[in-house]
């Protein structure tokens, strides 16, 4: 056997004519090169035997090739979101254009969090993307403190040093929760409930607001709102105690279509037919929804959309521009067979 | 400014008094170090200034600190895979205790697919978890090209030879298909039909024998098998067809929760009840199917215990240890409100 290759990224780049920082781009993709001096720098590295775990160690003496990823949601949400399989697959169609892979994360308690991006910033991550942000969210500071470069995608246009400076992705539930209420009220609807997301996180309160502004607009009753936790479960729960008022909503426009669905059920075990009786719109787009029968009108979120924009911005910020604020406009309202007008009295 | 620290993991090691390898042991936790040793080595390495970012290259030098996982489906049926997220909540809970990080790709093409696993080898996982593993497949033959540690996690014991002698983590869900038939059986149902998962998925095929010798051995007619594709849209179509049979069931199990879901909202929407008309069985025990209205029966297929022992398996394989055949014995039949006495002919 021959012993191993010697050659290092300096030869290559001797033997090719051209910078190091050129043989990295070549394979990195990060910038691109012209094809020419991709080929020449290739047949260089073909001659010298330089290998690819050279080619890895190489890179990852600048960069480690990733960006981070932390979950701090309980296992059990996350087994069930729809958003964020479709949000991941994003990320992972442009970070594969880059040769970048996501180094995730799962944590369960604040120390394990805080860990964690020590972690990342001690060389396992280039950058990373903050999700489920909170007001005042005390990554905000960790991330400037570890100097970890980080993206928050953030469920409204952030003011003036909300994310504190941090490039942010952001989008709008407002308009798509107006719409929803919009759909029932032309149906006929007058007694519209909400079952709410948690007010801590920022979509869950926004979709809140909007939907009490939208009803209240329109002079109808706003006081129609349980805050269940995004889980089937509170979901069913928040129905029962909905159907069981003296004056029931004819509507309900929950805050993901995991409560929805659950919603849905537990009204059709008590003899309320959807959409005859009841008139009810999910928020997600998950896969469930659309076959359901009837279908659930629901929210597509964009989230494969928003993943690539995540990513995308991070790439950006981490090649020293400065991105500010970015909003994904991939929200759309999907009308299906779960809404109709209200059972005459 | 200070320069940067040039100290070394050889310097720190010898200012503690201890080798290089008990360095990097104290930070990595991968074995045990002693709480007095421990601290000797940390007051060496403040004192050095020998930062977070060099112990972190240190480590790299021989472990990249992470697993890789490869999820070659389309994003999404990730999307709404009550098994994935568990599994890797699991992962994530020994991964953490170890200092270790999960490297996720994504990928559509069998093409992406081999380059992932390509760039994993060349530095950046020490190893990786096999999923979804399909007969004779291929990655078995690449892992070994690329001299890259794997995990195989399978859905039956394998035979001689069958992974390539690979670790192998195994579940076997014959039993716990063979037990909702009986369920079903002693209900009193005769005519009871399954949606299966795709052949070419082991878990698929493996379901699909066990339910046909199960209704084999007591004489009931085993042919009432639709192959579905895991989804929602697919459970959905095979229901409308054994719906529409001359003699439709009157009970089916189905091969995941998704489907057996979406099922159960068609048969409603027909006037079918259940479970006074019809009984069903998932399998996955996802959130949403506890909370149904009636609740699904179902199957728990301890999906956070696999990933641990999936991870904890590999850790031994990279330790040099040869863990063989694993058994992962904690899939559970869930009796839920679903299943019911057949009607009345």
Redo the contacts between chains.
Sequence with gaps: MNPPSRATIGDVARHAGVSKGTVSLAYSGKRPVSEETRRRIFSAAAELEWT??H???AL?TSRT??I?LVIARD????????F???F??GC?RVL?EH?M???????TTAE?EHL?Y???????ADGVILLDVEIDDPRFALVRRLGLPAVVLSAHEPTRGETAGLPTVFSDDSPAVTELVTLMAEAGHTRIAHVAGPAHYIHGRIRQEAFRAAVRERGLDDSMVIEGDF???S??DATTQLLDLPEPPTAILYAND?MA??G???A???GVRVPEDLSLSGYDD???S?????ALTTVGTGA?QRGELAVTTLLAALAGEAPGAVLADHTTVLPRGSIAPPPRP
């Design positions: 690819a775990s080619r890895a160690r990852a090739g990733a981070g296992p059990e949400v996350l087994a069930t979101d729809a964020f399989s479709k991941l697959s992972e594969a040769d892979g996501l180094m995730l994360h799962a944590v394990a964690v020590e972690r990342l910033a001690a060389g396992r889980t089937a479960a979901g069913r995991m669905i659950a849905l059920s537990l059709r075990s008590r998950s896969e469930l659309a076959h359901l029968s009837p494969v």
